[in-house]
């Protein structure tokens, strides 16, 4: 491997993994977090922005989020968008799955993993 | 356990697919407009701003992400994340039909197996429960 493309699928794997630690993150603060439609119902719009904005999970998911963001600008000065646009998009829906089944404790049946592996040959088709 | 979802979050699932797709195209025909910016000019960037589209693009946006954030509270991420992906089958509908950009045999091919992939958790329960942890009633 030449130094070149380690250095991109370095970047790429940045992106991977910040895109997925923010996805997780957001994910287990809404879930701790409980309905937003009842919380709304009793609190209302604003209510439910500051429930929102004061879940230290949802925030630091935020920040993963803008990481990854700036990782994949990154790899963009570099690399042709033709590719980091279908690795990224479709190995995130791979390490999500994995890591919801792990950290979430979702039950990622059969049929989930299915769905993501087409999904994710879907996306990596699409995004070239 | 199954778990089915009422008419209301479907809505919900709904703009979660199309605020992403909508608010992308809106972008994408704002920088259209704009034309290319280049690494060395990025202060033009601040030009798009001003765009209606690409303010539009950024409220459509604001409200899918709104839309996801109320999706995750009520239903696993293994659930929501490929009814994201199907945006981008409609992408591909928008700009073929709307924008009649051309569209590759590899594209459609990419657009049939996310609806395939979509379809296997459509029919499936849209959250894990774990013990400890009520449920709730659905009317």
């Known amino acids: ?128 | 356990m199954q778990h089915t979802l009422t008419p209301r979050r479907w809505l919900v699932l709904v703009a979660v697919m199309l605020g992403a797709s909508i608010g992308d195209a809106l972008l994408r025909i704002g920088m259209k407009h704009l034309g290319p910016v280049s690494l060395n000019n990025l202060s033009a960037l601040f030009l798009a701003l001003k765009s209606p589209w690409i303010i539009s693009g950024i409220i459509v946006l604001m409200g899918f992400m709104a839309s996801y954030m109320t999706a995750l509270s009520w239903a696993d991420i293994t659930f929501v994340l490929p009814a994201t992906a199907f945006g981008n089958v409609i992408v591909t509908l928008l700009s073929k039909f709307w924008l009649h950009e051309q569209v590759s045999r590899s594209r459609w091919l990419g657009v049939a197996l996310i609806v395939i992939g979509v379809g296997f958790v459509a029919n499936g329960p849209s959250r894990t429960e774990h013990a400890g942890i009520e449920v709730e009633a659905i009317p």
């Open chain 1, 1 to 128: 491997m030449s130094p070149a493309t380690l250095h991109t699928w370095t970047t790429i794997f940045a992106v991977v993994l910040t895109a997925t630690a923010g996805d997780i993150l957001i994910a287990g603060g809404m879930r701790k977090l409980g309905d937003l439609d009842d919380i709304r119902a009793k609190s209302g719009l604003l209510g439910a922005i500051k429930a929102v904005l004061s879940s230290g999970m949802f925030l630091i998911g935020i920040t993963c989020m803008a990481l990854s963001f700036f990782s994949l600008l990154f790899a963009l000065s570099d690399a042709d968008l033709s590719l980091i646009a279908p690795a990224t998009n479709s190995l995130t829906f791979i390490t999500t799955t994995a890591a919801a089944k792990f950290f979430l404790k979702e039950n990622v049946d059969k049929r989930r993993w299915l769905a993501a592996l087409f999904v994710c040959a879907g996306v990596a088709l699409l995004a070239r």
